[in-house]
């Protein structure tokens, strides 16, 4: 593969841009809410010399179709899974942030055979709230969240990313980049998301996931808070978590260097 753009029909009518490079294993990249396939580019550009890295926009999202419905997370599973398939990769690996590990786990549940492996990056058990300890986004966090979108979107987006993203400023190209992906979430989109995001549970699946995972998570993540990472890591019977020490819920652009040598050695020994 080398750099194709292509779009893959996962459903009548709703096409999902993605962006392959390389060849080898396949590894596929699952974005976080607020971001698009964009947000693995380092990551894609350290691997593709080794791996079939296969990056794309979820429904809604990008430059992806916008179809009126269909923005939940069993929703965008079943999306990944129609995407894996029509692509024709067997069992990738799947690298998932923050929205895109509940997809990872939700696949990973209702299709125990679809992936190799998960690499899960600030993720977390359930999506919101205090259920067993922190983990997921707490709970005044995530109504800061919904009224701020509600207000004023940009402001809202770029809060955010100014108080959440980073442990320490990334300076001004990183910032206006994370807003400009922000901004390709049409607002009736992330209100259906967050609808049904408060329901997103995985405790009881947990055991059941038997695939080799990587836990990923910044020590100083106060989004999907640092707990859930460790939770994952302690119920997910063959993973390992790995602490970004200098990051918050962006390790994969906080510290590019050391995420990109621990994934290509996690995916090197399950492949």
Not at 77 to 82: F, I, S, V
Not at 144 to 173: C, K, V, W
Not at 253 to 259: G, Q
Request: charged share 20%.
């Amino acid at each position: 593969m080398t750099g194709e753009r292509a779009y893959v029909e996962v459903e009548p009518r709703v096409r999902l841009f993605v962006q392959e490079f390389g060849a080898g294993p396949p590894v596929v990249f699952v974005h976080a809410g607020g971001m698009t396939h964009a947000s693995w580019d380092h990551q894609v550009a350290s691997l593709s010399g080794r791996f079939h890295t296969v990056a794309y926009d979820s429904r809604g999202v990008g430059i992806s179709a916008r179809p009126p419905s269909g923005y939940s997370i069993g929703v965008l599973a079943r999306d990944l899974l129609h995407l894996i398939r029509a692509l024709g990769l067997e069992r990738p690996a799947l690298v998932a942030h923050g929205v895109g590990a509940h997809v990872a786990l939700r696949l990973a549940t209702n299709h125990p055979g679809a992936a190799r492996a998960l690499v899960l990056v600030s993720a977390a058990p359930w999506s919101v709230g205090d259920r067993e300890g922190a983990g997921g986004i707490a709970q005044t966090l995530w109504k800061t969240m919904q009224s701020g979108l509600a207000l004023n979107r940009a402001q809202a987006d770029l809060d955010l990313i100014d108080q959440q993203y980073f442990h320490r400023p990334p300076g001004e190209g990183m910032r206006q980049w994370c807003l400009q992906m922000a901004l390709q979430w049409p607002l009736p989109v992330l209100e259906q998301l967050i609808e049904g995001m408060s329901a997103v549970d995985h405790r009881e699946a947990l055991p059941g996931i038997q695939v080799p995972v990587l836990v990923a998570h910044g020590r100083h993540d106060r989004k999907n808070r640092y707990e859930g990472g460790v939770y994952l890591a302690a119920h997910l019977p063959n993973a390992r978590l790995v602490t970004f020490e200098e990051s918050a819920v962006c390790p994969q652009l906080e510290e590019v260097a050391r995420f990109n040598e621990m994934l290509a050695e996690f995916l090197d020994a399950s492949s």
